[in-house]
């Protein structure tokens, strides 16, 4: 574990001088600095006439990891992966267990089409395409000016 250094020069809260520091020394001690990483992938939205998609960035899983429900007007994807790893070596046994989970939820726009939802995985993205519903898609036409 490191020391806690004060710098005087940082400016910190009036009232609690070195507070910030403290806190900076303990999080970047290399026992955290494995374990702060977020759980939760990025995900890009975007919209076409056609349909809306979904992109979720979780490297590293499998399409079977991954859990992917609608209940009323929510979407929601989640998974849970649990990973053993053991190395035994001359006398003795080492055992690491990895946890990790995560869940995401999106409100649904009255315009999708529940009904359709397609979602595939490929090289770490998931990829869900939202359908509109029909009176919901963008009609375009041309005006004529008299």
Do not use: C, W
């Not at 939820?105 to 359908?131: H, N």
């Amino acid at each position: 574990m490191t020391l806690v250094k004060f710098n005087p020069e940082k400016k910190n809260n009036v009232l609690l001088p070195g507070f910030n520091d403290i806190f900076e020394s303990v999080l970047e001690d290399t026992f955290f600095s494995g374990r702060r990483t977020s759980n939760i992938p990025s995900v890009n939205i975007s919209d076409s006439a056609e349909a809306y998609h979904i992109e979720l960035a979780a490297p590293g899983l499998k399409k079977e990891d991954f859990k992917v429900s609608v209940e009323r007007d929510k979407l929601t994807i989640s998974t849970e992966k649990k990973m053993e790893s053991s190395e035994h070596e001359k006398s003795y046994t080492r055992r690491e267990f990895s946890y990790s989970s995560f869940t995401r939820a999106f409100t649904l726009p009255d315009s999708a089409d529940v009904d359709r939802i397609e979602a595939s995985y490929q090289e770490g993205v998931l990829k869900l395409s939202l359908p509109k519903k029909e009176e919901a898609k963008a009609i375009s036409r041309q005006i004529e000016i008299q």
